[in-house]
């Protein structure tokens, strides 16, 4: 008698529909067993950014960058005039399910790539690319196949600079990156925490540093120790488990005093501006873009513009959730922190920050017009050497 069919068999195998029953069944008591630790613990070690966390962690980087440690992130010297360099971050890239937050953006990035590439621009994917908290990355790379394809161009061009955050944290250690990454973008890809370019003006040296943000964040910078368990084992059975934790992307009150906490830092800095993403408010010259249309409404109101003031009402109303809880701005005054917003907003629009022609302007890009066809936007424009002016008169 065959032994796989012998009732007098121990080892007798389960049908596959029944093990994966099975399965379903220990992940699902396991989700009722762990659901209520997992989030305190989540909340716990990964609340509130602390103020001197933040400012230390954020200091250590820049020092290490300064003193040639590469691995950190490299620094590079930056061309006024010529230098093109375009700023996305939190594209969130997922399993195109209904939790993928990038799944409606991926046109208009898609789009944004095209034109950046043709126009000669370094993209600097300024870290959150890939949601890995709630994804495994094989699952985010083989449906993003398309963005994945027009990144890479970008680096065999010599002309990608990838960041890692806190929800693409994995990216930070070698064995995920060999594992995953280098067979799609090969071993050229390097990925680093922060980066640095240098330019001179007025017989002075001036930086722009970009980090992703989540600097100081307990959880996932702490220390070495807080960053390996988060990617190795939080992550993992956060995944798992399909137990969702909070984020700053998902709680405004708490993107905003970060957005406060990081301004404050930029603002303690000598001749240097400072981009981050991670709390997908966009920041221009240290004031975000809902205080600019607000006061742009007030002078449209005081021209009497009746089409104009409609148009910003309007544009108030679509961003009134990514900007709930917003508690701070006026003493927002120093022009020397920026952030580029995210490439996962609800209705597919994606911003990000332009450095070429000497200016830096926030962008974004959506396809806002009859025709669906992405197009691109500029929201705010400075020159370069006006802020560095600015700096230098506080």
Not at 170 to 187: A, D, M, N, T, V
Not at 313 to 341: C, D, W
Request: glycine share 6%.
């Amino acid at each position: 008698m065959n032994k796989e069919t012998s009732t007098e068999n121990p080892k007798k195998v389960l049908p596959i529909v029944e093990r994966f029953s099975v399965l379903r069944a220990i992940r699902k008591g396991m989700q009722w067993m762990f659901r209520k630790p997992v989030t305190w613990a989540a909340d716990k070690f990964s609340s509130d950014p602390v103020k001197e966390d933040v400012f230390s962690s954020l200091d250590s980087l820049l020092k290490e960058i300064r003193d040639g440690k590469k691995e950190k992130g490299l620094h590079l010297p930056f061309d006024l005039e010529k230098g093109k360099y375009i700023v996305f971050s939190d594209q969130h890239k997922g399993a195109r399910d209904l939790a993928d937050d990038f799944m409606l953006a991926e046109k208009n990035y898609i789009a944004a790539l095209d034109y950046y590439f043709e126009q000669g621009y370094t993209l600097i994917c300024l870290g959150d690319s890939e949601e890995l908290w709630e994804n495994e990355p094989l699952v985010v790379l083989k449906n993003y196949k398309d963005t994945l394809e027009s990144e890479l161009r970008f680096l065999k061009d010599d002309r990608f600079i990838k960041i890692f955050g806190n929800h693409d944290l994995e990216w930070s250690y070698r064995i995920p990156q060999f594992l995953f990454l280098k067979s799609k973008y090969g071993h050229e890809l390097k990925i680093y925490e922060g980066f640095l370019i240098t330019t001179q003006y007025n017989n002075k040296n001036y930086d722009i540093f970009m980090a992703h943000g989540h600097q100081g964040d307990q959880r996932s910078d702490g220390n070495a120790f807080s960053k390996w368990f988060v990617a190795a084992i939080w992550t993992p059975i956060q995944r798992f488990l399909e137990i969702k934790s909070n984020t700053p992307a998902k709680s405004f009150e708490l993107g905003d005093k970060h957005n406060i906490i990081m301004y404050e830092w930029s603002a303690a800095q000598k001749n240097l501006l400072f981009i981050s993403g991670h709390t997908h408010k966009p920041v221009f010259a240290s004031m975000d873009h809902i205080d600019r249309l607000n006061k742009k409404l007030e002078k449209l109101k005081a021209d009497g513009d009746t089409e104009g003031i409609l148009k910003v009402e309007q544009e108030l109303k679509n961003r009134q959730l990514e900007y709930a809880g917003k508690q701070f701005h006026k003493t927002m005054v120093i022009p020397s922190y920026f952030n580029s917003g995210c490439c996962c907003y609800s209705d597919g629009i994606i911003t990000g920050l332009e450095i070429s022609d000497g200016e830096i302007r926030l962008i974004k890009w959506s396809a806002e017009n009859d025709n669906n066809v992405p197009a691109r936007k500029i929201l705010e424009y400075s020159s370069l050497r006006y802020v560095f002016d600015e700096l230098n008169t506080q």
